[in-house]
């Protein structure tokens, strides 16, 4: 089966740094994939109860510009979800491991995702996503 569209989400924050530090490499992302005219939507990501501003950027053809930015941002992974919305956490060290698959990617309720270690909301969407 041949899957089609790609949708990638990733961060520049990082828990060790300040709230700062975190806006900066934010705005440095969102600049530069405006720059590049890479279509892409703000999300808000959470895991293990720590909240993040991430990127959500559509097409297999900015697989390499993404994992490039969240490489300069030392990001461990990006999570890469398929058309049929089987779901990666894709690592940039791959030495260890390229991709393991966490589920599917599904829409839930602000109350079930509020309960979990991992969710994504999409603002534009009005929407809470996690994978199961």
């Not at 806006?23 to 109860?49: D, M």
């Not at 501003?53 to 994992?67: A, D, K, Y």
Request: hydrophobic letters at 40%; one cysteine or more; aromatic letters at 12%.
């Amino acid at each position: 089966m041949k899957r089609k569209d790609v949708i990638y989400i990733f961060s520049g924050e990082l828990q060790s740094n300040d709230s700062y530090q975190n806006a900066i490499a934010t705005a440095w992302i969102e600049s530069y994939l405006q720059v590049r005219g890479v279509p892409h939507s703000v999300v808000i990501g959470s895991y293990k109860g720590a909240t993040e501003r991430s990127f959500l950027v559509v097409g297999q053809q900015f697989e390499e510009l993404v994992l490039e930015v969240a490489s300069m941002f030392k990001q461990e992974s990006i999570l890469k979800s398929y058309s049929d919305r089987e779901t990666f956490l894709k690592f940039l060290d791959t030495s260890k491991q390229d991709e393991v698959s966490i589920g599917k990617l599904m829409a839930v309720d602000e109350s079930e995702a509020k309960g979990l270690d991992a969710w994504t909301f999409c603002p534009k969407l009005n929407q809470y996503f996690t994978t199961k």
